[in-house]
């Protein structure tokens, strides 16, 4: 069935990196906007950052991660990425990866990964 | 704190309509469509509302979605046990882009 699964989270220290990926199946990948949505632990839900369907040529950030995390795409491999360099403690949160419905506009979330949870923690 | 307010809590009786109401501004709710999202504990949210009145394919008529000016609200007819769950607003805002809502707890009494 159509399904996108998030890997890649753990614990890490204030200003280390990690890497997220999120592989597709049953579905044309690189045919829609992908996205990473995060939810703190008090629940709280934030875009993080979005990559245009394609080539991926265009994406864009939350002003809280700006300049420190990048969203990329391998439509070969059917995977999405967010690369997140100089962790904050802010930035412990449970990471989505999401697919932006056709024809739904740019918050119709229609297919989500099961999430996986990233620790900031010294 | 985000530029969208919901109520932090809700509730109902299994059978009536409950509404869940988004606050927001001008620069958001005022002039851009509203999304609303079902999340169960443990669970990926679920889109439930789409472009502020448009359900998605598998979603009961049950849910139904509005917008007055700069606030929208979702509301759920004959409230089910099983509609127990958070419910988030979201909206493109103009210099923060895309933005949720803090989200509501339904508790079905």
């Known amino acids: 069935q159509v399904q996108l699964v998030e890997s890649g989270g753990g614990v890490v220290q204030p200003g280390r990196s990690l890497r997220l990926s999120c592989v597709a199946s049953?579905?044309?990948?690189?045919?829609?906007?992908m996205y990473w949505v995060r939810q703190f632990p008090g629940k709280g839900l934030e875009w993080v950052a979005v990559?245009?369907?394609?080539?991926?040529?265009?994406?864009w950030y939350g002003d809280s991660v700006q300049g420190r995390f990048s969203i990329s795409r391998d439509n070969s491999r059917n995977t999405l990425y967010l690369q997140m360099n100089s962790l904050r403690i802010e930035d412990t949160a449970v990471y989505y990866c999401?697919?932006?419905?056709?024809?739904?506009?740019?918050?119709?979330?229609?297919?989500w990964g099961q999430g996986t949870m990233v620790i900031v923690s010294s | 704190q985000s530029v969208l307010t919901q109520p932090p809590s809700a509730s109902g009786t299994p059978g009536q309509r409950v509404t869940i109401s988004c606050s927001g501004g001008?620069?958001?709710?005022?002039?851009?469509?509203v999304y609303w999202y079902q999340q169960f504990p443990g669970t990926a949210p679920k889109l439930l509302i789409y472009?502020?009145?448009q359900r998605p394919s598998g979603v009961p008529d049950r849910f139904s979605g509005s917008k007055s000016g700069t606030s929208a609200s979702l509301a759920i007819s004959g409230l089910r046990s099983d509609d127990e769950a958070d419910y988030y607003c979201?909206?493109?805002?103009?210099?923060?882009?895309?933005?949720f809502g803090g989200g509501t707890k339904l508790t079905v009494l």
């Open positions: 472009k502020t009145d």
């Open positions: 001008s620069s958001n709710i005022g002039k851009n469509y």
């Open positions: 999401a697919r932006e419905m056709s024809g739904g506009g740019s918050l119709a979330f229609d297919v």
């Open positions: 049953e579905f044309a990948f690189s045919r829609y906007p």
């Open positions: 979201a909206t493109w805002d103009d210099s923060l882009l895309r933005v």
């Open positions: 990559i245009s369907y394609h080539e991926g040529s265009q994406q």
